[in-house]
């Protein structure tokens, strides 16, 4: 039983990994994970399992089973531990995401509403300017035509005492009453 019956044992123990009916991705982690047993263990067994994993066989063995099998649960216990983290994490973001949208919404709308305020302000204050340049102007116009009354008085009543009194009375009412035309008189 010398090498003969080693292969036998080997062949017995050990399986080609081509024939698990896994992709070529899932079969380069099978084999970095009875590596990485191998190089833990420091047993026989591991050694064994390390020579087996270069030739592309699967060691079929309890020990060595059991050994990848813990292995591989190591790696996915941590990859469930970064998977929670990162799902925590995203959850995190999401919802920093959405409070910052909202805000940012919130932000909008009263900006919104504030350009609206200044808008209508604006329209009102342009009304306004318009109506009081209206006034403005009919004020200047009256005031022009007044002007203009004073002058033709003056100059019609410089021959005539009553055409005085008359001006000086209705100068006076005007002082009294509505005296644009009184005031710009020099």
């Known amino acids: 039983m010398s090498s003969s019956s080693s292969q036998q044992q080997q062949s017995v123990a050990?399986?080609?990994d081509t024939q698990l009916g896994l992709t070529e991705d899932e079969i380069a982690l099978l084999r970095s994970g009875q590596q990485?047993?191998?190089?833990?263990?420091?047993?026989?067994s591991s050694r064994q399992a390390s020579r087996a994993s270069s030739q592309g066989l699967l060691m079929?063995?309890?020990?060595?089973?059991?050994?990848?099998?813990?292995?591989f649960d190591r790696i996915m216990q941590h990859i469930q531990q970064r998977l929670e983290y990162?799902?925590?994490?995203?959850?995190?973001v999401?919802?920093?995401?959405?409070d910052r949208?909202?805000?940012?919404?919130?932000?909008?709308?009263?900006e919104i509403a504030r350009y609206h305020r200044i808008m209508a302000d604006i329209d009102e204050l342009e009304l306004d300017f318009d109506r009081i340049s209206h006034i403005r102007d009919i004020v200047r116009?009256?005031?022009?035509?007044?002007?203009?009354?004073?002058?033709e008085l003056e100059r019609s009543g410089t021959g005539s005492g009553s055409s005085r009194r008359e001006r000086n009375g209705h100068r006076s009412s005007n002082r009294h009453g509505h005296s644009s035309s009184g005031r710009h008189r020099t």
């Open 101 to 110: 949208a909202g805000n940012l919404i919130d932000n909008a709308d009263a």
């Open 14 to 16: 050990a399986i080609p």
């Open 141 to 151: 116009d009256y005031r022009r035509r007044a002007e203009e009354l004073e002058r």
């Open 94 to 98: 999401t919802l920093n995401v959405y």
């Open 36 to 44: 990485a047993v191998a190089a833990a263990g420091g047993s026989t």
């Open 86 to 92: 990162l799902m925590e994490q995203s959850q995190i």
């Open 60 to 71: 079929i063995d309890s020990s060595s089973l059991g050994a990848l099998g813990r292995h």
